[in-house]
């Protein structure tokens, strides 16, 4: 098993979200006024309410499940919970410029995102809608607030017993993490050449 290439996928949320955030930046053009992640819980009516540049998207993570995938020891499936969240006037301030409201931006964000695997860092399914639902009962006048869930599935992979991260100067690598923080690491295995290498000297000793 290859445990360079997808050890803990944790450290990949981050791109997930950016990558979420670049698709609907460029997917939604001029519908909106802002697209961002939001560090946040959902029950922040005050901050949510108050955002100046509608209409708007806020990406905010809500909580990933981990549990074990077949009876591979290393192998686990991390379901992650991200919100969308869509704040929209129902009327404008400006009349002559075409405008979205609620019901465009989250058919939108649902046709941008729906099974989108981010470039394979998600499994097959991609993001899966979950639900789509006002936010609050009673937002401020002439506000409209929805939010929409999706789930992101992928694997990660645990490290063998009692090793450790191997070093690595790859940005991209899983465990650049833990190089650039100097954790405790392993040692690289020996390169598989060098037992074929070993194999090729005794059959040449054999045979002198």
Known sequence: MNLKKGVNKLVVLNKIQS?????LKQGLGSMVNEVSLYFGGLENKEVLTKIRKKPAILLTFNQAQVKAKGSERLRFELSAGLYV??????????????????NNLVYAVLRLLAGQRLHEELNSFGLQPKTVRPLFISPPDNLDIVVVEFEAVCDIYGLESDHYPEYTTDVDNPD????????KQSEVPAQFDSLVLNIKNKIHKTNS
């Open 19 to 23: 990558e979420i955030i670049t698709r």
């Open 85 to 102: 969240v869509c704040i929209c006037n129902r009327l404008t301030d400006v009349p002559s410029n075409p405008n979205a409201d609620i």
């Open 176 to 183: 650049y993490l833990f190089s650039l923080f100097k954790g």
